[in-house]
């Protein structure tokens, strides 16, 4: 190891995690060509695509998982994360429709279909998710769409702002 290169470790440390993915991509395709692989392994490996930055089979893997009819809610949850760390708009958004189909009351996937939205320049659809998600969750909502960094760039738009304030109490009439 080079004593004078502070980085030298590092470096070692990633070609060592990289080999270790590349071996269990390798053992994960074996099983998928013998038919041998459940979702969560199927997940696991479009994750090892994404950390190899092996964009053509990541994308196969979740244009797969998106045309299946069959996947539970949590995993279209699973590949619009996996989707929206490789910054895959469209299948954020793809993925995250079939969910809301299928749990149409989370208002938290509701704001984070407005982000990949905003992401991919849809301002109308995205201020239309958000003002969904926000009667779906009230104040619990607005709060989000206060804090949550990923709408920063949508905190000047006038619609976003009348959909973020806070919500006022009822007032009461017998006071």
Request: glycine fraction near 6%; proline fraction near 7%; hydrophobic fraction near 40%.
């Amino acid at each position: 190891m080079d004593e004078y290169n502070g980085n030298a470790k590092n470096l070692v440390n990633s070609i060592t995690d990289m080999e270790r993915f590349d071996e269990r991509r390798r053992e994960l395709e074996t099983n998928m060509q013998k038919g041998q692989v459940d979702v969560n392994m199927a997940l696991e490996l479009a994750s090892i695509y994404q950390r190899l930055n092996m964009g053509g089979p990541f994308e196969g893997m979740m244009q797969s998982f998106l045309t299946s009819s069959s996947l539970p809610p949590n995993i279209l949850l699973a590949v619009a994360q996996l989707s929206g760390n490789g910054r895959r708009w469209p299948l954020v958004e793809r993925a995250l429709r079939r969910y809301l189909n299928a749990t149409p009351r989370d208002f938290k996937a509701r704001i984070d279909l407005a982000c990949a939205q905003w992401q991919q320049g849809q301002t109308t659809e995205a201020l239309a998710s958000l003002r969904e998600g926000v009667i779906l969750g009230g104040e619990p909502a607005r709060a989000i769409l206060r804090t949550d960094p990923r709408l920063a760039p949508l905190r000047g738009n006038p619609d976003f702002v009348r959909l973020a304030q806070p919500s006022r109490p009822p007032i009461n009439a017998d006071m």
